[in-house]
């Protein structure tokens, strides 16, 4: 007995009357372009002005006592000048005494521990350098461009802290042009920046701090700061991804 022949399957006229009535709203959206031609995205909204959030709140009050911002290039007190211009010739370990006495009762960047700064008076020098000293060997580095060595220096203290100066020759007198505080991993000279690189709270990302010379100022301006994902952040040269904000 031969089997029945089944009837073709057909598209119910509701899906098609559907697929006609979203071909036909495209058609409005796009305004009907052929193809290569441009087309519309769709309403932008509108740019606005950044809104305060809590206007009248009382802003949070400013350090107490006299500060150091580290903005302005200061001469270091009782070193005699150089006029050669070259730094190498100065006795770094005196150098950073002399202005850390002269700078004793400030706060801020400029700031020693009096535990830090004792040590410093009484442990650093250049002929015998005691194992308490709490001064790393100095580094020279040409940072401001002029084709002449600069002086930077790092005085560890308490809780992992780093007292972060550099030091150059204006007319052959002795000034310093850079005084932070940081918890650096690491740091780098790359040109005329100074890299300052600290662990971040995220694991497997760092703080990356630059320090650039500018001419105009004279001094080592604070330029940006960027959370970078670091593959080591206890290691320079390791990060990857690029990814950061400033």
């Known amino acids: ?53 809590w206007p009248q709140a009382t802003p949070a009050p400013s350090p107490s006592g006299p500060q150091h911002d580290g903005e302005t290039a200061e001469k270091v007190p009782g070193v005699a000048p150089v006029p050669s211009g070259d730094i190498h010739k100065l006795d770094a370990y005196a150098l950073v005494k002399a202005e850390v006495a002269a700078n004793r009762k400030v706060t801020g960047a400029d700031a020693l521990d009096d535990a830090t700064a004792a040590k410093l008076a009484s442990s650093c020098s250049a002929a015998r350098q005691q194992r308490n000293c709490p001064m790393r060997k100095p580094v020279y580095s040409d940072l401001t461009g002029d084709g002449r060595d600069d002086l930077v220096v790092g005085i560890d203290m308490e809780d992992h802290f780093l007292s972060l100066r550099a030091y150059t020759l204006v007319k052959g007198e002795p000034t310093r042009v850079l005084s932070t505080i940081a918890q650096p991993s690491s740091i780098e000279v790359a040109g005329r920046d100074l890299i300052v690189w600290e662990p971040w709270t995220t694991p497997h990302y760092a703080l990356r701090s630059v320090y650039t010379w500018n001419a105009q100022t004279h001094y080592m301006d604070f330029r940006r700061y960027e959370i970078r994902r670091a593959e080591d952040p206890a290691s320079s040269g390791t990060q990857r991804d690029g990814e950061g904000r400033s």
Do not use: D
């Open 1 to 53: 007995m031969p089997r029945p022949r089944t009837a073709p399957r057909r598209r119910p006229l509701r899906a098609l009357g559907a697929l006609a009535a979203l071909a036909v709203a495209v058609s409005a959206v796009t305004g009907c372009a052929s193809a290569g031609e441009p087309v519309g995205a769709g309403r932008t909204a509108p740019a606005s002005a950044p809104s305060r959030l």
